[in-house]
């Protein structure tokens, strides 16, 4: 059952990236990334919503101090790492995100061994180690050099990535009497909840002029947004529940890996990017990488 969850937030997770992707044509400052997250977080609470009033979820969600904790850690993560990956995505950051979030997931796989004491095989190492080889490579290949603000917006992206994959795991050894569909409506509204105090501090004193740049961003993008609000609830749900199955060693670095292949792949075909030699060899070392971590 895991592969099967982990599966579908592959597929979820590249239609988000393909999203990202096709906003990443508007420009944005970081406070209108800002905004436009916190609407997307919206979403994700409006889809949180529906699903528990449809399967009757609502009943028995019981809010305690410890679930409170273990939703704000999660929340405050994912609103970091949503921020961060559409302001890099916007940027000349967008191919260096695939190394800091395959090194954040090194994170995650750390802590569940240090905290959960999760199993790490040698393979495991030898796969995460391939994996992060093919994301320099990806990038090597791009010959792009970020700005000292770009590095730092995916440097935060890649250890906010590793904390809200950490967040899941953390979660599925909680304890709590807690469902995955209600800890991740009440993980979203502390997500939106960080977003929009963020976006209060960072306009504050500005001008309202200054301000409509997301207005106009999200009325030419809005049904882009959704899909991704949907999509992001959608692998979220299906990691979490993945994570029953799957050590975070594999989870993770499988999940993070087939990302990193589909999405080089969907800009090839989709977008029509240029595959150049190094993108192609580094193509073949992330399932090299795959198949060693599930031999």
Not at 55 to 83: M, N
Not at 188 to 209: P, R
Not at 264 to 277: C, D, I, R
């Amino acid at each position: 059952m895991g592969y099967i969850f982990l599966s579908i937030a592959l597929l979820t997770n590249n239609i988000k990236g393909y999203c990202g992707k096709q906003m990443s044509r508007y420009s944005a400052k970081l406070n209108d990334t800002l905004l436009i997250c916190f609407f997307r977080m919206l979403m994700c609470i409006g889809t949180s919503a529906i699903i528990l009033a449809v399967t009757g979820g609502f009943f028995g969600l019981e809010i305690t101090p410890k679930l409170i904790g273990y939703a704000a850690f999660s929340g405050i993560s994912t609103a970091i790492l949503v921020a961060a990956w559409l302001f890099a995505a916007n940027s000349s950051g967008y191919m260096m995100l695939e190394v800091f979030q395959m090194l954040g997931v090194g994170v995650t796989i750390l802590m569940s061994f240090v905290i959960y004491k999760e199993e790490i095989t040698v393979r495991d190492v030898i796969g995460f180690c391939v994996l992060v080889f093919a994301a320099y490579l990806m990038h090597a290949g791009t010959k792009i050099k970020p700005t000292l603000k770009t590095l730092a917006v995916v440097i935060l992206c890649g250890l906010a990535n590793g904390m809200t994959d950490f967040s899941q795991k953390a979660f599925i050894y909680s304890g709590l009497d807690t469902t995955t569909a209600q800890f991740q409506l009440c993980s979203y509204v502390f997500a939106a909840v960080t977003l929009i105090v963020l976006y209060t501090a960072m306009t504050a004193g500005k001008k309202t002029e200054e301000k409509n740049g997301a207005t106009v961003i999200l009325k030419k993008t809005w049904y882009f947004v959704l899909i991704m609000a949907v999509c992001l609830y959608a692998n979220s749900y299906f990691k979490t529940e993945a994570a029953n199955y799957l050590s975070a060693a594999k989870l993770y670095t499988l999940s993070q890996g087939g990302t990193m292949a589909i999405g080089t792949l969907m800009s090839a075909f989709l977008f029509k990017e240029k595959l150049t030699l190094k993108s192609g060899i580094s193509i073949a070392i992330t399932f090299l990488g795959l198949l060693i971590i599930n031999l």
